[in-house]
Protein backbone atom coordinates (compact mmCIF):
# COMPACT_ATOMS: atom_id res chain seq x y z
CA UNK A 1 0.00 0.00 0.00
CA UNK A 2 2.75 2.20 0.98
CA UNK A 3 4.57 1.45 -2.35
CA UNK A 4 1.25 2.46 -4.51
CA UNK A 5 1.27 5.30 -2.51
CA UNK A 6 4.47 6.51 -3.21
CA UNK A 7 4.80 5.70 -6.77
CA UNK A 8 0.96 7.70 -7.00
CA UNK A 9 2.75 11.04 -5.55
CA UNK A 10 5.81 10.33 -7.96
CA UNK A 11 3.49 10.52 -11.17
CA UNK A 12 1.39 13.43 -9.75
CA UNK A 13 4.59 15.21 -9.33
CA UNK A 14 5.93 14.32 -12.60
CA UNK A 15 2.56 15.16 -14.26
CA UNK A 16 2.49 18.76 -12.53
CA UNK A 17 5.56 19.74 -13.80
CA UNK A 18 4.76 18.23 -16.89
CA UNK A 19 1.54 20.42 -17.12
CA UNK A 20 3.49 23.62 -15.84
CA UNK A 21 5.97 24.10 -18.22
CA UNK A 22 5.34 28.11 -18.40
CA UNK A 23 5.81 28.21 -14.43
CA UNK A 24 9.22 26.30 -15.79
CA UNK A 25 12.70 28.45 -16.89
CA UNK A 26 15.57 27.24 -18.63
CA UNK A 27 18.32 28.92 -19.08
CA UNK A 28 21.82 29.81 -19.53
CA UNK A 29 23.97 31.95 -17.27
CA UNK A 30 27.29 33.59 -17.38
CA UNK A 31 28.51 35.29 -13.74
CA UNK A 32 31.68 36.94 -12.59
CA UNK A 33 32.49 37.52 -8.88
CA UNK A 34 35.72 38.95 -7.71
CA UNK A 35 37.41 39.80 -4.62
CA UNK A 36 39.76 37.77 -2.77
CA UNK A 37 39.73 36.14 -6.40
CA UNK A 38 38.17 35.86 -9.14
CA UNK A 39 35.63 33.23 -10.26
CA UNK A 40 33.98 33.18 -13.45
CA UNK A 41 30.76 30.40 -14.14
CA UNK A 42 29.05 29.13 -16.79
CA UNK A 43 26.24 27.38 -16.07
CA UNK A 44 22.78 25.76 -17.96
CA UNK A 45 20.15 25.70 -15.21
CA UNK A 46 16.31 24.26 -15.06
CA UNK A 47 13.75 25.49 -12.89
CA UNK A 48 10.81 23.86 -12.49
CA UNK A 49 7.75 26.00 -11.08
CA UNK A 50 5.60 24.79 -7.76
CA UNK A 51 2.09 25.36 -6.70
CA UNK A 52 -0.41 27.31 -8.80
CA UNK A 53 1.53 30.35 -10.01
CA UNK A 54 5.02 28.62 -9.51
CA UNK A 55 6.40 31.27 -7.69
CA UNK A 56 8.40 28.49 -5.75
CA UNK A 57 11.09 26.89 -8.43
CA UNK A 58 13.35 24.16 -7.55
CA UNK A 59 15.81 22.88 -9.98
CA UNK A 60 18.96 21.87 -11.12
CA UNK A 61 21.43 22.18 -14.13
CA UNK A 62 25.17 21.98 -14.84
CA UNK A 63 27.78 24.65 -13.73
CA UNK A 64 31.30 25.31 -14.57
CA UNK A 65 33.28 27.41 -12.32
CA UNK A 66 36.80 28.61 -12.16
CA UNK A 67 38.42 30.13 -9.09
CA UNK A 68 42.07 31.93 -9.65
CA UNK A 69 43.68 33.25 -6.78
CA UNK A 70 47.04 34.24 -5.72
CA UNK A 71 48.82 34.01 -2.34
CA UNK A 72 46.23 32.13 -0.66
CA UNK A 73 45.83 29.77 3.12
CA UNK A 74 44.68 26.79 2.73
CA UNK A 75 43.47 25.45 5.73
CA UNK A 76 42.96 22.00 7.26
CA UNK A 77 39.53 20.78 5.91
CA UNK A 78 38.00 17.62 7.32
CA UNK A 79 34.90 18.17 9.96
CA UNK A 80 36.86 15.87 12.19
CA UNK A 81 39.72 17.96 12.41
CA UNK A 82 38.21 21.06 12.52
CA UNK A 83 34.87 20.44 14.93
CA UNK A 84 35.67 17.32 16.20
CA UNK A 85 32.24 15.92 14.89
CA UNK A 86 30.62 14.24 11.91
CA UNK A 87 27.40 15.12 10.76
CA UNK A 88 25.38 18.28 10.19
CA UNK A 89 25.91 19.58 13.52
CA UNK A 90 29.56 20.55 12.75
CA UNK A 91 27.39 23.86 11.65
CA UNK A 92 27.03 24.59 14.79
CA UNK A 93 30.82 24.19 16.38
CA UNK A 94 33.40 26.40 16.83
CA UNK A 95 36.37 25.27 15.39
CA UNK A 96 39.49 23.40 16.63
CA UNK A 97 42.04 25.74 16.88
CA UNK A 98 44.85 23.36 17.94
CA UNK A 99 44.01 20.86 14.98
CA UNK A 100 44.41 23.46 12.14
CA UNK A 101 47.42 23.71 9.95
CA UNK A 102 47.68 25.94 6.75
CA UNK A 103 49.26 25.53 3.11
CA UNK A 104 50.10 28.82 1.54
CA UNK A 105 50.17 28.77 -1.77
CA UNK A 106 50.92 31.36 -4.16
CA UNK A 107 48.83 30.35 -7.38
CA UNK A 108 45.39 28.22 -6.76
CA UNK A 109 43.85 27.79 -9.94
CA UNK A 110 41.02 25.01 -9.72
CA UNK A 111 38.26 24.60 -12.38
CA UNK A 112 35.32 22.41 -11.52
CA UNK A 113 32.04 20.97 -13.25
CA UNK A 114 29.10 20.47 -10.43
CA UNK A 115 25.57 19.58 -10.92
CA UNK A 116 24.00 22.18 -8.31
CA UNK A 117 20.58 22.69 -6.22
CA UNK A 118 18.49 25.75 -7.63
CA UNK A 119 15.67 27.16 -4.89
CA UNK A 120 14.06 30.27 -6.23
CA UNK A 121 11.30 32.99 -5.52
CA UNK A 122 9.60 35.29 -7.98
CA UNK A 123 8.09 38.21 -6.95
CA UNK A 124 7.00 38.74 -10.14
CA UNK A 125 7.22 38.16 -13.82
CA UNK A 126 10.62 40.15 -13.60
CA UNK A 127 12.38 39.97 -9.78
CA UNK A 128 12.99 37.29 -8.19
CA UNK A 129 15.66 36.10 -5.32
CA UNK A 130 17.32 32.63 -5.04
CA UNK A 131 19.83 30.54 -3.84
CA UNK A 132 21.79 27.52 -5.58
CA UNK A 133 24.75 25.35 -4.41
CA UNK A 134 27.20 22.75 -5.87
CA UNK A 135 26.05 19.53 -4.71
CA UNK A 136 28.32 16.81 -7.04
CA UNK A 137 31.25 17.01 -9.63
CA UNK A 138 34.87 17.06 -10.42
CA UNK A 139 37.38 19.04 -10.12
CA UNK A 140 40.91 19.48 -12.06
CA UNK A 141 43.38 21.88 -12.22
CA UNK A 142 47.24 22.07 -11.96
CA UNK A 143 49.51 20.83 -9.49
CA UNK A 144 50.95 23.43 -7.29
CA UNK A 145 53.92 24.04 -4.63
CA UNK A 146 53.49 25.78 -0.73
CA UNK A 147 54.44 26.50 2.09
CA UNK A 148 53.17 23.89 5.21
CA UNK A 149 52.84 26.31 8.35
CA UNK A 150 52.52 23.57 11.32
CA UNK A 151 54.04 25.06 14.71
CA UNK A 152 53.70 21.97 16.73
CA UNK A 153 55.45 20.09 13.73
CA UNK A 154 59.28 20.85 13.52
CA UNK A 155 60.17 18.66 10.60
CA UNK A 156 57.25 19.52 8.85
CA UNK A 157 56.78 23.42 10.01
CA UNK A 158 57.54 25.59 7.10
CA UNK A 159 59.00 22.76 4.25
CA UNK A 160 57.58 22.95 0.84
CA UNK A 161 54.19 20.69 0.19
CA UNK A 162 52.72 20.16 -3.22
CA UNK A 163 49.04 19.57 -3.83
CA UNK A 164 46.65 19.52 -6.74
CA UNK A 165 42.80 20.08 -6.29
CA UNK A 166 40.49 17.71 -5.06
CA UNK A 167 38.90 15.74 -7.99
CA UNK A 168 35.79 14.71 -6.06
CA UNK A 169 33.58 17.34 -4.97
CA UNK A 170 30.30 16.61 -3.27
CA UNK A 171 27.82 18.53 -0.63
CA UNK A 172 28.07 17.10 2.82
CA UNK A 173 27.13 20.25 4.82
CA UNK A 174 29.87 22.65 5.94
CA UNK A 175 33.18 21.26 6.32
CA UNK A 176 32.37 17.72 5.93
CA UNK A 177 31.94 18.87 2.34
CA UNK A 178 34.33 17.53 -0.20
CA UNK A 179 36.21 18.95 -2.51
CA UNK A 180 35.58 22.48 -4.51
CA UNK A 181 32.10 24.08 -4.43
CA UNK A 182 30.08 27.07 -5.77
CA UNK A 183 26.82 28.68 -3.72
CA UNK A 184 25.11 31.96 -4.70
CA UNK A 185 22.63 33.77 -3.23
CA UNK A 186 21.29 36.00 -5.51
CA UNK A 187 18.83 38.73 -6.62
CA UNK A 188 17.64 38.91 -10.78
CA UNK A 189 15.62 41.15 -12.49
CA UNK A 190 14.79 40.13 -16.20
CA UNK A 191 14.96 42.65 -18.48
CA UNK A 192 13.13 41.25 -21.10
CA UNK A 193 11.76 37.82 -21.95
CA UNK A 194 14.99 36.50 -23.09
CA UNK A 195 17.96 38.76 -21.01
CA UNK A 196 18.32 38.82 -17.24
CA UNK A 197 20.95 40.23 -14.89
CA UNK A 198 21.79 38.49 -11.49
CA UNK A 199 23.86 40.53 -8.67
CA UNK A 200 24.86 39.11 -5.49
CA UNK A 201 27.24 36.83 -3.27
CA UNK A 202 29.25 33.85 -4.32
CA UNK A 203 30.81 31.18 -1.64
CA UNK A 204 33.78 28.92 -2.53
CA UNK A 205 35.30 26.29 -1.10
CA UNK A 206 38.14 25.19 -2.98
CA UNK A 207 40.19 22.43 -1.83
CA UNK A 208 43.20 20.68 -2.71
CA UNK A 209 44.57 17.14 -1.47
CA UNK A 210 48.80 17.30 -0.55
CA UNK A 211 50.93 14.50 -2.33
CA UNK A 212 51.88 12.97 0.91
CA UNK A 213 49.92 12.67 4.48
CA UNK A 214 50.51 15.82 6.67
CA UNK A 215 50.14 16.45 9.94
CA UNK A 216 47.30 15.32 11.82
CA UNK A 217 46.83 12.04 9.41
CA UNK A 218 45.55 14.87 7.14
CA UNK A 219 46.04 15.70 3.30
CA UNK A 220 43.00 17.74 2.38
CA UNK A 221 43.56 21.58 2.77
CA UNK A 222 40.73 24.40 1.62
CA UNK A 223 40.26 27.96 1.10
CA UNK A 224 36.80 29.48 1.61
CA UNK A 225 35.69 32.81 -0.47
CA UNK A 226 33.07 35.20 -0.37
CA UNK A 227 32.82 37.12 -3.81
CA UNK A 228 30.24 39.82 -4.56
CA UNK A 229 28.85 38.58 -8.00
CA UNK A 230 27.58 39.92 -11.11
CA UNK A 231 25.59 37.67 -13.98
CA UNK A 232 23.38 38.18 -16.84
CA UNK A 233 21.09 34.85 -17.84
CA UNK A 234 19.56 33.83 -20.76
CA UNK A 235 16.55 31.96 -21.42
CA UNK A 236 16.24 29.44 -24.08
CA UNK B 1 41.86 -20.45 16.39
CA UNK B 2 41.46 -16.27 16.43
CA UNK B 3 39.17 -16.57 19.61
CA UNK B 4 41.66 -18.57 21.38
CA UNK B 5 44.10 -16.41 20.48
CA UNK B 6 41.83 -13.32 21.69
CA UNK B 7 40.98 -14.84 25.29
CA UNK B 8 44.50 -16.20 25.84
CA UNK B 9 45.32 -12.23 25.06
CA UNK B 10 42.27 -11.00 27.23
CA UNK B 11 43.24 -13.79 30.47
CA UNK B 12 46.68 -12.67 30.18
CA UNK B 13 45.74 -8.62 30.12
CA UNK B 14 44.25 -9.10 33.35
CA UNK B 15 46.81 -11.07 35.02
CA UNK B 16 49.15 -8.32 34.02
CA UNK B 17 46.97 -5.66 35.33
CA UNK B 18 47.88 -7.70 39.24
CA UNK B 19 50.87 -6.30 39.64
CA UNK B 20 52.57 -2.82 38.15
CA UNK B 21 55.40 -4.23 36.78
CA UNK B 22 54.85 -7.79 36.55
CA UNK B 23 55.76 -8.36 33.12
CA UNK B 24 55.88 -12.05 33.29
CA UNK B 25 52.67 -12.77 31.84
CA UNK B 26 52.11 -9.66 28.73
CA UNK B 27 50.63 -10.24 25.40
CA UNK B 28 53.05 -9.62 22.70
CA UNK B 29 50.80 -8.63 19.29
CA UNK B 30 52.65 -10.01 16.10
CA UNK B 31 51.79 -8.04 12.99
CA UNK B 32 51.13 -10.56 9.99
CA UNK B 33 52.05 -7.80 7.09
CA UNK B 34 53.49 -4.64 6.89
CA UNK B 35 51.96 -1.98 4.35
CA UNK B 36 53.01 1.05 3.12
CA UNK B 37 50.47 4.01 3.27
CA UNK B 38 51.68 5.87 5.34
CA UNK B 39 53.40 3.33 7.21
CA UNK B 40 50.98 0.99 8.46
CA UNK B 41 50.69 -2.41 9.88
CA UNK B 42 47.82 -5.01 9.60
CA UNK B 43 45.95 -6.73 12.87
CA UNK B 44 47.58 -8.53 15.32
CA UNK B 45 47.81 -11.85 16.46
CA UNK B 46 48.50 -12.72 20.04
CA UNK B 47 51.76 -14.82 21.66
CA UNK B 48 52.89 -14.62 24.83
CA UNK B 49 55.98 -13.81 25.54
CA UNK B 50 58.07 -14.76 29.04
CA UNK B 51 59.91 -12.73 31.65
CA UNK B 52 63.02 -13.96 31.08
CA UNK B 53 62.97 -12.89 27.64
CA UNK B 54 62.18 -9.12 28.51
CA UNK B 55 65.06 -9.48 31.22
CA UNK B 56 67.58 -10.55 28.28
CA UNK B 57 66.38 -7.02 26.62
CA UNK B 58 67.62 -3.96 26.98
CA UNK B 59 65.42 -0.36 27.68
CA UNK B 60 66.46 2.62 25.12
CA UNK B 61 63.57 4.57 25.55
CA UNK B 62 60.70 5.09 27.89
CA UNK B 63 58.52 7.51 28.95
CA UNK B 64 54.64 7.97 30.43
CA UNK B 65 51.27 8.78 29.05
CA UNK B 66 49.88 12.41 29.49
CA UNK B 67 45.88 12.54 28.29
CA UNK B 68 44.96 14.22 25.30
CA UNK B 69 41.17 14.73 24.64
CA UNK B 70 40.73 11.62 27.06
CA UNK B 71 41.97 10.41 29.63
CA UNK B 72 45.44 7.89 29.03
CA UNK B 73 47.83 6.99 31.71
CA UNK B 74 50.58 4.65 32.42
CA UNK B 75 54.07 4.26 31.27
CA UNK B 76 55.71 2.84 27.65
CA UNK B 77 59.25 1.47 27.21
CA UNK B 78 61.20 1.17 24.22
CA UNK B 79 63.17 -2.86 24.36
CA UNK B 80 66.05 -3.40 22.23
CA UNK B 81 67.45 -7.32 21.58
CA UNK B 82 71.02 -8.28 20.31
CA UNK B 83 69.41 -8.95 17.15
CA UNK B 84 68.29 -5.19 16.59
CA UNK B 85 64.51 -5.49 17.03
CA UNK B 86 62.55 -3.37 19.17
CA UNK B 87 59.45 -4.40 21.18
CA UNK B 88 57.06 -1.62 22.50
CA UNK B 89 56.17 -1.93 26.18
CA UNK B 90 53.21 -0.84 27.39
CA UNK B 91 52.86 -1.06 32.10
CA UNK B 92 49.45 -0.54 33.79
CA UNK B 93 48.05 1.63 30.24
CA UNK B 94 44.72 2.94 30.67
CA UNK B 95 42.59 5.04 28.11
CA UNK B 96 38.94 5.24 26.92
CA UNK B 97 37.45 3.01 24.55
CA UNK B 98 36.91 4.47 21.75
CA UNK B 99 36.26 3.72 17.95
CA UNK B 100 39.25 3.23 15.27
CA UNK B 101 41.47 3.39 18.13
CA UNK B 102 45.07 3.10 16.76
CA UNK B 103 48.62 3.06 18.61
CA UNK B 104 51.28 5.31 16.49
CA UNK B 105 55.12 6.09 16.63
CA UNK B 106 55.06 9.72 15.33
CA UNK B 107 57.48 12.24 15.35
CA UNK B 108 55.29 14.62 17.34
CA UNK B 109 52.15 14.09 18.77
CA UNK B 110 50.56 15.78 15.70
CA UNK B 111 51.41 12.88 13.62
CA UNK B 112 54.02 13.74 11.55
CA UNK B 113 55.52 10.73 10.06
CA UNK B 114 53.84 8.35 11.83
CA UNK B 115 53.80 4.80 11.57
CA UNK B 116 51.08 2.55 12.37
CA UNK B 117 51.86 0.22 15.07
CA UNK B 118 48.10 -1.59 16.01
CA UNK B 119 44.79 -0.76 14.94
CA UNK B 120 43.36 -2.92 17.36
CA UNK B 121 44.16 -1.36 21.05
CA UNK B 122 44.10 -3.05 24.35
CA UNK B 123 42.82 -0.10 25.75
CA UNK B 124 43.76 -1.41 29.44
CA UNK B 125 46.54 -3.47 30.83
CA UNK B 126 50.15 -4.21 30.45
CA UNK B 127 51.47 -5.42 27.20
CA UNK B 128 54.03 -5.41 24.22
CA UNK B 129 53.87 -4.53 20.51
CA UNK B 130 56.41 -5.11 18.10
CA UNK B 131 57.64 -2.57 16.60
CA UNK B 132 58.44 -2.77 12.49
CA UNK B 133 61.81 -2.34 11.06
CA UNK B 134 60.79 1.00 9.09
CA UNK B 135 60.36 2.73 12.62
CA UNK B 136 63.22 5.59 12.82
CA UNK B 137 63.63 5.61 16.21
CA UNK B 138 65.94 8.48 16.25
CA UNK B 139 62.96 10.44 14.96
CA UNK B 140 59.53 8.53 15.76
CA UNK B 141 59.58 8.95 19.41
CA UNK B 142 56.19 10.04 20.66
CA UNK B 143 53.61 6.91 20.91
CA UNK B 144 49.97 8.09 19.93
CA UNK B 145 46.94 7.06 20.55
CA UNK B 146 44.67 8.68 18.20
CA UNK B 147 40.99 7.56 17.33
CA UNK B 148 41.40 7.53 13.10
CA UNK B 149 37.66 7.90 12.62
CA UNK B 150 36.81 11.35 14.53
CA UNK B 151 40.71 12.65 14.28
CA UNK B 152 40.86 12.54 18.27
CA UNK B 153 43.97 12.35 20.36
CA UNK B 154 43.52 10.16 23.50
CA UNK B 155 47.06 10.25 24.86
CA UNK B 156 50.38 10.66 23.82
CA UNK B 157 53.96 9.82 25.58
CA UNK B 158 57.45 11.08 24.43
CA UNK B 159 59.70 9.14 24.86
CA UNK B 160 63.81 9.57 26.12
Known sequence: ?236 | MKKIACLSAIIFSLFACQKETDLSSMVVNMPMKETTEPNETSAPTSQVVSMTDLKNLSIVLQGTFTSGVHSTSGKVLIYEDKNKNYSLVFENFKTDAGPDLRIYLAEDKVLTNFTQITDKVNTNGSYILPIPATVDLKKQTTVVIWCKAFSVLFGSASLK
Open chain 1, 1 to 236: MKKVSFLLAITLFISHLSFSQSKNQRYADLSIAAGSGFSPALSYNYNWGLGKGGKFKIGTGIRFTYFAGQHKDLITAPATLTSGEKGPQVLFKENILSNLDTLHVAKVGVGYINIPIHLQYSFSQKLEVGFNIDAIGISFGSKQSGTFYASDSRSLNKSTQSAKPTFFNALLVSDNDLGSLNSELYARYWVNDKIGIRAGLSFQFVEYTTDKVLTFENDRFRTKNLLPMIAISYKL
